[in-house]
């Protein structure tokens, strides 16, 4: 069998879709600027993904999580598309009721909070807020006692990206005592909320989490002065790739645990799902080197490759997920890099930080130099929310729709 020379658009093939690529030849052809990294965001994707949501998860009303991206016209197309938010501050509060969002469709879903902030939540109307500890619980009780209270209980996947089970959640014996407590203090809890991990994989912890759910709301029942519990919210964890594994596991365990029970109302806190895969970053190779010397422990040479962005900027995910990014190259003007043998290159951010390293061992198909672009997929999710000005680099990013929002 002869093997075709991969061309440019079949080595490519499905990782960019042919309408991102569009937009990034034509931002190439007619940018003005000095040359920034810049974003091509889907809007079809969104719209895609509430799609899969409706269909799969028909019962569970989405709250998408502002922490993990936060761009304005991004939360526009969210809110256009009847999708609800989570938000943990103030500032995250403002931003979605400043493009008009119901303060009814917001819940403040931090379960630690500045005090001004629970106070503004207040003035503006959100009434949902998640509590976690017996502090929480005082604090809202002083400054917001009519608040719909959710109490966050503990769940993990171990296998997740990003682990939130130490620091936030209560286990069973001590969310029974904070039921109790706050009984006593009349402050009505309505909700049982938890979060399984963000990146996660594991299906079974949401089967886990929805156990323990049952097993708390149980209890209230038996409390002298129970509370009036009638939302369950099941947070995020979920990711374009687990999305139909995790699916079918979760409309099991409502059924299994709740199944019997009328009128609970459902919610989730999906963050990455909807924004992770919606966004491409392109950056600038500034420049390269390839070094002749041998090095001791490999017998190849290596060749650096600069970026304009890095870890301070849209690259933290490196860091904090470890996630391995693996660009496409592309020439000046956008067109796919795909002549001669692999090549490997370690990535470096443009900071003078010697931590800023994006990749190493980075196979790319020829050779990439300065004035080439690279386009890395799947980066919505906790990247421009964590960048920073660091050594007078920009942290704002512009971005590019690829088609109509
Ligand atoms: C970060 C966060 C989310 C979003 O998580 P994803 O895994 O990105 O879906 C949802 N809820 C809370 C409380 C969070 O802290």
Avoid at 6 to 13: E, K, L, Q
Avoid at 87 to 107: F, M, N, T
Avoid at 312 to 320: A, K, R, S, T
């Amino acid at each position: 069998m002869v093997w075709a020379t991969p061309s440019d658009s079949a080595r490519y093939t499905g990782v960019l879709p042919s309408r991102i690529h569009r937009a990034i030849r034509e931002h190439l052809t007619h940018y003005s600027d000095d040359g920034n990294p810049f974003f091509v965001g889907d809007p079809d994707f969104i719209r895609q993904q509430l799609d899969r949501w409706k269909k799969q998860l028909p019962f569970i009303d989405p709250f998408f999580a502002v922490k993990c991206n936060n761009n304005r016209e991004f939360l526009e197309a969210v809110r256009k598309a009847g999708i609800n938010f989570d938000c943990a501050s103030k500032e995250e509060i403002s931003q979605v009721l400043d493009l008009g969002v119901r303060p009814e469709q917001v819940i403040f879903a931090s379960p630690r909070k500045t005090e001004s902030h629970i106070s503004y939540a207040k003035s503006q109307g959100i009434l949902k807020t998640v509590i976690d500890s017996e502090d929480e619980l005082y604090k809202v009780k002083e400054l917001f006692p009519t608040a719909q209270v959710f109490v966050r209980l503990w769940a993990d996947d171990p296998s997740s990206h990003v682990r939130l089970c130490d620091k936030f959640g209560l286990h069973v014996e001590e969310a029974k005592h904070l039921l109790g407590l706050a009984s006593k203090l009349e402050v009505n809890i309505t909700g049982l909320c938890f979060h399984i991990g963000s990146g996660a994989s594991d299906p079974e912890a949401y089967d886990q989490a929805i156990r323990l759910t049952r097993e708390i709301y149980n209890y209230n029942d038996i409390l002298k002065h129970k509370h009036c519990i009638t939302m369950i919210d099941i947070g995020g964890g979920f990711t374009n790739a687990n999305f139909d594994k995790f699916a079918p596991v979760i409309r099991a365990a409502a059924e299994r645990y709740f199944g019997s029970e009328p009128g609970i109302q459902w919610m989730a806190e999906p963050g990455r799902f909807f924004s992770s895969d919606a966004f491409y970053l392109v950056c600038r190779v500034i420049g390269s080197s390839t070094n002749r010397k041998y090095s001791a422990e490999s017998d190849k040479p290596k060749s650096k490759l600069f970026v304009n962005d890095g870890l301070y900027q849209n690259f933290l995910n490196v860091l904090i997920e470890k996630i391995t990014p693996a660009p496409i190259p592309l020439t000046s003007r956008g067109s796919f890099i795909v002549e001669g043998q692999d090549q490997a290159y370690t990535i470096w951010g443009q900071t003078c930080c010697g931590i800023d390293r994006i990749s190493c061992d980075t196979r790319l198909p020829g050779v990439v130099q300065r004035g080439d672009w690279l386009c890395y997929s799947s980066m919505g999710a906790y990247t421009n929310v964590t960048a920073s000005s660091f050594n007078g680099f920009v942290s704002n990013t512009e971005v590019i729709w690829a088609t109509k929002l």
